[in-house]
């Protein structure tokens, strides 16, 4: 399970709780003698989840669901409801992901309760979204929407600067992963016609491609904003974006 689509195939290839991609992470943090996390769709209880887990050396595992699924992700994903705090041998360890960034009152939740906390990212840059047609027309939804330019703005420092400062509050340090900036999203439009229509509502002159919309496929860049934050907010980021590849 290395990710996923923006379609109804993430119904088919979400996970159960101790699935394949479940029990993999956690026989690898085991054989490598390791604390161990990693993102993917979990289902439980008839839902998906975009849940982080943490795995120990000893078999002990965590299980984190994000609170606020961002965007399309909505369309798939249901809400987490609370934090997850493990017990660890390193210390009691606190978990967040992606859009959890963006509410100061998750990393509130974990005030004087942690001695470190772990943050799983996969940002897109939504703002940049360009979308490609077959016959090679593009699209450029990030110039074309006040919501883009709005979340262009606070985008910028979200994952990098926000996440310093919210590590100094707390007085405790945060390791944050995620993709290279040389990676891709590229996927179909959920609710494609209606997300067609949303983005491009003050540019008529793309309306006459409404009808191919579910053609349409996205063409987006990742933030590349891995890093380890001390508890003064000092970060240790990599020097190579194409490697993302941190040792303290």
């Not at 996923?4 to 993999?24: I, N």
């Not at 439980?44 to 699924?69: F, I, S, V």
């Not at 997850?84 to 859009?99: D, E, F, H, N, P």
């Not at 939740?109 to 470190?116: E, I, K, S, T």
């Amino acid at each position: 399970n290395t990710g996923y689509q923006f379609s109804d195939d993430s119904y088919v290839l979400a996970e159960w709780r101790q699935g394949r991609t479940w029990l993999w992470l956690l026989r690898l943090a085991m054989e490598l003698r390791i604390h161990l996390a990693g993102a993917f769709i979990v289902r439980r209880d008839g839902h998906q989840y975009d849940t982080l887990l943490l795995g120990a050396p000893d078999g002990q595992h965590w299980a984190y669901e994000k609170q606020q699924p961002f965007a399309w992700e909505r369309a798939y994903f249901r809400p987490g409801y609370q934090p997850v705090i493990a017990q660890t041998s390193l210390g009691r360890i606190g978990l967040l992901a992606g859009w959890d960034v963006a509410y100061p009152a998750h990393f509130r939740a974990y005030a004087g309760q942690v001695d470190l906390l772990v943050v799983s990212i996969c940002p897109p840059r939504f703002h940049d979204t360009t979308l490609r047609f077959p016959d090679g027309h593009v699209v450029p939804i990030g110039e074309l929407t006040l919501i883009s330019r709005l979340i262009r703005d606070r985008s910028a420092e979200l994952f990098g600067p926000n996440v310093q400062r919210q590590a100094a509050a707390l007085g405790v340090p945060v390791v944050q992963a995620g993709p290279p900036d040389t990676g891709r999203l590229r996927t179909t439009l959920p609710h494609a016609h209606t997300s067609f229509f949303l983005f491009t509502i003050f540019s008529p002159q793309e309306w006459r491609r409404l009808d191919q919309a579910d053609l349409a496929r996205t063409d987006i860049g990742f933030f590349a904003d891995s890093q380890i934050v001390r508890p003064d907010g000092a970060a240790l980021r990599p020097q190579d974006d194409a490697d993302q590849i941190l040792l303290t």
